[in-house]
């Protein structure tokens, strides 16, 4: 796994689990990120497709178009699916990047959950292991986090974490560091960090209401709305 840091930080009580966050529309929240790829990437359309790709992400970020079977799980899917075909593999990869390196230099406004920090600090009352584990470079990430005064508030953060394939790899190395074999992930992208988890027989805390999605062991629109559940599932792992 690559890292930025791990400390241990559960107020010194003996781990009960581990609770793992993804990064990009769980702690880090807005459109402004996605819409950032989407400039890149889209400059690199054909004229004629491009107007029609930046309308077409307009209307999803705006909730007035599905994925109309395409099975689209954010703004980054619509993104990379109208490019499909007109933009390369590496092409894709150097707009993310660029986008990545906007985030980092705050040229990119995103906001946090209301109440985050005491809900990391409530977690690690109860000895969770705290973990923010993304598919992003850590240029970027590192930098948000510091600006939401959330630096220590992670034992683990994980970069470029490989999900959802890795999810097996990250499980057992999660397991190790808690010494316990319970873990829940929060997300909003329901392929790379709900469906996986659950798959393992773990627990999941899905942002994004009801909508085609269901069966997480908790599911909300919005991540505050579960926070006295999840704290109440967490200390019951110590009983």
Partial sequence: ?????????TDGRRPVGTVVFDFDGTISLGD?????????????????LREQAVKTLDLYLGGAVTDDGRHWNDGYDVVSDMCAGHVPADGLQQAYLSSRDELARGLVHVDMPQGLPGFLDDLGSLGCVRVLLTNSPLHGVRETVGRFGLEGRFDLIVDGAGKPGRWGDHIAAFDRLSGRG?????????????????????EAAYIGGTGRHGGATYQ????????????????????
């Fill in 1 to 9: 796994m690559s890292n930025e840091e791990q400390r241990s930080r």
């Fill in 32 to 48: 402004r990120p996605v819409r950032s790829y989407a400039r890149h990437a889209f400059a690199r359309l054909p004229a004629g």
């Fill in 182 to 202: 319970r873990l829940l992930s929060i997300g909003d992208h329901w392929d790379n960090d709900i469906a996986p988890v659950l798959a393992a027989g773990r």
């Fill in 220 to 239: 909300a629109a919005l991540l505050p709305d579960m926070y006295g559940a999840i704290l109440e599932g967490c200390a019951s792992w110590d009983r």
